[in-house]
Structures are given as structure tokens and as C-alpha cells.
């Protein structure tokens, strides 16, 4: 399977968004807003909903940020690790 890791201009506040260091990003570092566009692995770019995703929750596991997104068009959601660049206060 093959995950892509690109570039984007964030849905929620417009910033152009850099590709993640560490993992494929789908949320914006400042507004956390993101396209639904992955299926079931992170990257797989698999799903056609393409809906808006807001975080609603988050954890912290091992020191690290964990974000629980859901979509506004269909419902689903699903964890997602902090990026470094995160801006989580």
C-alpha cells in the first residue's frame, strides 16, 4: 500500500500546509481542520467522502498527542497522531 504525504491548502483557515515529518499529514497544524480523505490507514488516500474534519477529543499516550477527529458529512472518526509542527498549546 502506498501512503502519500503532501502538501495543501487547509479547508478551515487557508494556510498552505507543509508535508509531516514523521507520519502523512491530513490536518492543519494551526486550525486542526482536514479533508476526510483517508480509509481505514493513514495516507491510503481511500475514501471519497472528502468531508470536513474537526478534532473533538484528545489523549495523551506515552507523552505523545493523540486527536480524535470526526467528519461533518458522514460521521466517521478516528485517531490521529500529533504532528511536531502542531501548534497545541
Excluded at 507543509?18 to 488516500?45: M, Q, W, Y
Excluded at 499516550?61 to 493523540?66: A, F, H, I, V
Amino acid at each position: 500500500m502506498k501512503k502519500i504525504n503532501e502538501t495543501f491548502v487547509c479547508v478551515g483557515c487557508g494556510i498552505d500546509v507543509p508535508k509531516a515529518e514523521r507520519t502523512c499529514r491530513n490536518h492543519c497544524p494551526v486550525c486542526f481542520a482536514s479533508l476526510h480523505v483517508d480509509g481505514d490507514i493513514p495516507g491510503d488516500r481511500a475514501t471519497d467522502c472528502h468531508g470536513i474534519m474537526y478534532p473533538i477529543d484528545y489523549k495523551v499516550l506515552n507523552s505523545d498527542y493523540k486527536i480524535l477527529f470526526k467528519c461533518i458529512k458522514c460521521g466517521k472518526e478516528h485517531w490521529n497522531k500529533r504532528a511536531v509542527d502542531d501548534e497545541i498549546v
